[in-house]
């Protein structure tokens, strides 16, 4: 799909709201009733952005345009995905939809509830993991659907493989932090390939790194680590768990769940056996799992834009938006050879963050090439941040480093900070000050979550200062209600375009495929 406007993903979106709109009703008419193409997909890719809708794609569109943004990029992600000048792949999806989000007891769903209503197309309550909204019964999966089938299945995820959305296609339990039951079922399941983060076996639900590793062996699963491991699995190795190092030692001090590491932080990284990245995962995924017999299921979920949409930095959310665009290249890449086999849908589990593309201090302009300028996660900088505010930082020397990572009150790059601003960043680190001295929040708890959510103080104020310089705008810390896109290209993809509700999305790809 090409077109000389950017901002065409926004804007079909909203067409397609209003068009369906007059149509009424809740499934745009046809949810449930995705004709039966003459041909039914044998391979079958299914992306969720985590935290994703439009704003989150048209904000990762513009700035890969900004100049000087692909170098930037490509350095700081360790010329892992070596970014080209042009648009996303998502561009060259043929049908485009949108979808309602809300749970069934919450009108702002949780990932566990969405997920749930993307893998099994039944509404659950917040936080249920595929079963019903009382936890009496399990919903079957069409990862399970597909399973039984005959097809091949793979999961992977840039977060750890027992979160909240990949647990989903595989795990039924009451609560999304059952992760030991989780991990359990992800062992019963034989599904052929897990790939990216690992198990949370680190809390006090595991009894600890070998006993799952034992129970990985006895399920009788290949589990490989490093670089070396994973380059030379292939084709008929069996069944694969595939992870990289860091998160199967000990990381109980890990502060993100035994996931991949943020794009943004891949050059920091001092192992090659953890810079494997998603793209590279599913690329992995398709090789192992190519049946030309039965065919393929393969999830892949970008979960880490979600995490940098809670955080509030736009910055780090277009490195992981651009994470999961490249393995939609890798999809995109075997449907040309099997264009009439193949089925690829792509779509948001929930908007995150309140994302907005202006900003009112900025008005009809934006300046995305500001965005160059951040070397490193909110996440990663929070961290030194907190470490110089135990000893006692200075605020001149946490001036000194947010010009050094973010280049904020540097006026030759264009970001002098106003007067305006300079006391956002004061406030910032008082709040931080007096919690050092006295070991709590000092300003009304209120005024702190609406400022900082639940964050370090000095950082939010930072991204959220380089955001809105850059003409972008965050209106939460929490998920939103906002609609989210479906793309789709392959067999039966017409049947993806409208407005309709989450859980018809895997109806159709059910019907589509034949699956029960």
């Known amino acids: 799909m090409k077109s000389n406007s950017l901002f065409l993903t926004a804007a079909a979106a909203t067409a397609l709201l209003l068009a369906s709109c007059a149509g009424g009703g809740n499934n745009g008419g046809n949810g449930n009733n995705a004709a039966t193409s003459a041909k039914s997909p044998k391979y079958i890719f299914y992306f969720i952005g985590d935290g994703m809708s439009t704003p989150q794609i048209n904000m990762a569109e513009k700035a890969v345009s900004e100049e000087g943004f692909l170098e930037f990029f490509n350095q700081k992600t360790a010329g892992k995905y070596n970014l080209q000048p042009g648009k996303l792949?998502?561009?060259?999806?043929?049908?485009?939809?949108?979808?309602?989000?809300?749970?069934?007891?919450?009108?702002?769903?949780?990932?566990?509830?969405?997920?749930?209503?993307?893998?099994?197309?039944?509404?659950t309550d917040i936080n249920r993991v595929s079963v019903t909204p009382d936890a009496s019964a399990p919903y079957r999966t069409i990862a399970e659907m597909a399973h039984d089938k005959g097809m091949k299945v793979g999961i992977i995820t840039s977060v750890s493989i027992d979160h909240a959305t990949p647990s989903c296609f595989y795990a039924h339990c009451a609560d999304r932090n059952e992760y030991a039951r989780i991990d359990s079922f992800l062992l019963t399941t034989n599904f052929e390939y897990f790939g990216g983060g690992f198990v949370r076996w680190n809390t006090k639900q595991h009894k600890g790194l070998y006993d799952y590793l034992d129970q990985i062996n006895a399920a009788g699963y290949k589990f490989v680590n490093t670089r070396k491991d994973f380059d030379a699995l292939k084709a008929g190795d069996?069944?694969?768990?595939?992870?990289?190092?860091?998160?199967?030692?000990?990381?109980?001090?890990?502060?993100?769940?035994?996931?991949?590491?943020?794009?943004?932080?891949?050059?920091?990284?001092?192992?090659?056996?953890?810079?494997?990245?998603?793209?590279?995962?599913?690329?992995?995924?398709?090789?192992?799992?190519?049946?030309?017999d039965k065919g393929f299921f393969i999830m892949t979920e970008g979960g880490k834009i979600d995490w940098t949409d809670h955080a509030n930095d736009a910055v780090s959310n277009v490195y992981e938006t651009i994470g999961l665009d490249r393995a939609l290249g890798v999809a995109l890449d075997f449907y040309a050879k099997h264009p009439d086999e193949t089925l690829i849908v792509l779509t948001g589990d929930h908007e995150c963050g309140g994302l907005t593309l202006g900003f009112a201090g900025t008005g009809y302009e934006s300046a995305f090439n500001y965005m160059k300028n951040q070397q490193i996660t909110a996440y990663s900088f929070s961290d030194s941040v907190k470490a110089y505010m135990k000893n006692k930082a200075s605020f001149d020397f946490i001036l000194k480093k947010i010009d050094e990572y973010f280049a904020l009150g540097n006026e030759e790059k264009g970001l002098k900070l106003?007067?305006?601003?300079?006391e956002r960043l004061k406030k910032a680190y008082k709040v931080h000050q007096d919690f050092v001295k006295n070991n709590k929040i000092m300003i009304p708890k209120e005024e702190y979550k609406l400022y900082y959510g639940s964050y370090e103080p000095i950082t939010v104020t930072v991204t959220h200062i380089l955001d809105n310089k850059s003409g972008v705008d965050w209106a939460s810390f929490a998920h939103t209600a906002l609609p989210v896109p479906v793309?789709?290209?392959?067999?039966?993809?017409?049947?993806?375009?409208?407005?309709?509700?989450?859980?018809?999305?895997p109806k159709k790809i059910m019907q589509l495929a034949d699956l029960k």
Do not use: W
């Not at 192992?271 to 590279?280: A, M, R």
């Not at 793309?487 to 409208?498: C, K, S």
């Open 238 to 292: 069996g069944k694969v768990i595939a992870t990289i190092e860091r998160t199967s030692t000990d990381t109980t001090s890990l502060p993100d769940d035994a996931s991949l590491p943020y794009n943004m932080d891949l050059c920091l990284q001092k192992s090659e056996n953890d810079q494997i990245v998603l793209s590279e995962f599913l690329s992995k995924a398709v090789e192992l799992l190519y049946n030309d």
């Open 89 to 123: 792949n998502v561009r060259q999806f043929t049908a485009a939809g949108l979808a309602n989000t809300h749970a069934q007891n919450r009108f702002i769903t949780c990932s566990a509830a969405a997920a749930t209503a993307l893998a099994t197309g039944y509404k």
């Open 487 to 505: 793309f789709a290209i392959g067999v039966g993809a017409d049947n993806f375009n409208g407005y309709y509700d989450n859980t018809d999305i």
């Open 418 to 422: 106003s007067d305006y601003e300079m």
